[in-house]
């Protein structure tokens, strides 16, 4: 199935450009068209990249890829097999495709968290990696280089904790790495490269201090500016050593950044030199905020600016939501800043359990904007709100036009996100612009 629509977002702010314009069109507005794939759950992630290497980036969300750059045509590069009763009525039960996600009653979950490409094999093909349910395996599929039918499966990892991990260079060896928990410590998994398909050797950086499957927000970047990468979770940072030969435990410094949300970064927000870090609160409630870091002599400290509260009074522009459990980082409009991509993690555990659980799926990106007296302000704009996020968001420029898009993949299914840009007035911008309270 798919279906294309625009944004609600797209609605209200056009609504003014529809009068003749001016040559002396002043602002650029973004909006995001909507184009749905299906409306099964099959992953609570998804992503883009060039696979059968002509040029376009493809889609890959659950057990497919549809081919870019009109993504009309599905591959099944795992078996899809999954189904589950729904029951209609009295005497009616149906057989529906893949995990019981918006389309059934019950809560359940995928197989299927993360996804990313990748040359693990170094033959010119990008493979499909797939990090599953917090506590089980990590695969990569081996692309057949654009041969049909299903994709060898290689397990490189057999016990993938947290529910934020990555794929990503955390060494600075110029190779990405598995970063997450596993049996109680934080670390990182890298592969041999000489023989891509063996397992992957687990290097821990913390003591095996009982981190479980389930812990929330973990993420990676210079906390320091000593050029290295450093984790970061929700209890502190760790600080990457000088050397990592031998494996040696990572200095974590101590702060609190919430109960746990989803990916967090490292980045200047307020361009003093600084990396400040940006995280959502928790995961299953509300908020996001971005920690200010500034330097008492040789030491840090972090304060905190929220963004999104538990009630629209919390916020600066009034926005509340729950359920962000995926954020990215990308510079959105242009202006050499990076913004901040995240949303709704719609029923993360179904109709019951959550704070508003059933509210709207929405999808915002917020816009980085430092002021001419060093304020800096975080402006809302919605993307969406019927699509939302998983526990991963990807934003990137997926149609190669030079505009960042979104993908989705998630209970309510799969989606892609475009940017559309429009000139318009100074005055019809302000009126299109979220209002501060």
């Avoid at 970063?179 to 398909?197: D, E, L």
């Avoid at 990396?275 to 409630?285: E, F, G, K, P």
């Amino acid at each position: 199935m798919l279906s294309l629509t625009r944004g609600l977002f797209l609605v209200v702010a056009l609504v003014p450009c529809l009068a003749p314009m001016t040559q002396a069109a002043e602002k650029t507005l973004i909006s995001f068209e909507r184009r749905q794939f299906n409306d099964q759950f099959w992953s609570e992630g998804a992503t883009f990249g060039d696979l059968n290497n002509d040029g376009h980036n493809d889609l890959v969300s659950g057990p497919w890829w549809w081919e870019g750059p009109g993504f009309e045509k599905r591959h099944e590069y795992y078996p899809a097999t999954t189904t589950f009763p729904l029951k209609l009525g009295p005497q009616t039960t149906v057989t529906v495709p893949g995990f019981e996600g918006a389309l059934g009653k019950n809560n359940t979950y995928s197989n299927n968290f993360f996804a990313y490409t990748h040359d693990f094999n170094s033959d010119g093909w990008r493979d499909i990696l797939i990090i599953g349910f917090p506590g089980k395996e990590t695969s990569w599929f081996e692309n057949p280089q654009a041969g049909d039918g299903h994709w060898k499966r290689h397990v490189i990892f057999d016990q993938t904790d947290n529910e934020s991990p990555t794929f990503a260079d955390i060494t600075g060896d110029g190779r990405p790495e598995l970063v997450c928990i596993t049996k109680g410590a934080y670390g990182y998994a890298s592969p041999n490269p000489k023989s891509p398909t063996d397992k992957w050797t687990f290097h821990p950086i913390s003591p095996r201090k009982g981190y479980g499957n389930f812990t929330h927000g973990m993420g990676l970047g210079d906390v320091n500016g000593d050029g290295r990468t450093d984790l970061l979770e929700k209890d502190g940072w760790w600080e990457q050593p000088e050397k990592l030969e031998g494996d040696p435990e990572w200095r974590h410094h101590p702060h609190n950044f919430g109960t746990g949300g989803a990916q967090m970064y490292a980045y200047d927000v307020n361009g003093d030199g600084l990396n400040d870090i940006i995280t959502s609160l928790a995961a299953h409630a509300y908020g996001l905020a971005w920690y200010e870091q500034v330097r008492e002599g040789d030491h840090e400290k972090f304060i905190p600016h929220v963004l999104v509260g538990d009630k629209p009074s919390a916020s600066p522009y009034g926005v509340k939501f729950s359920e962000l459990h995926a954020i990215d980082l990308v510079d959105v409009d242009g202006d050499g800043l990076k913004d901040i991509v995240t949303g709704k993690r719609f029923w993360s555990h179904g109709r019951t359990g959550d704070p508003d659980r059933n509210d709207a799926a929405v999808t915002y990106w917020f816009q980085l904007v430092r002021n001419a007296d060093k304020s800096v302000d975080f402006v809302p704009w919605l993307i969406s709100d019927d699509v939302g996020v998983g526990v991963q968001v990807v934003a990137g420029d997926v149609n190669k036009d030079g505009l960042p898009d979104v993908v989705v993949g998630n209970k309510k299914g799969t989606f892609l996100l475009t940017q559309i840009r429009q000139q318009v007035s100074a005055d019809d911008y302000e009126k299109a612009r979220p209002k501060r309270q």
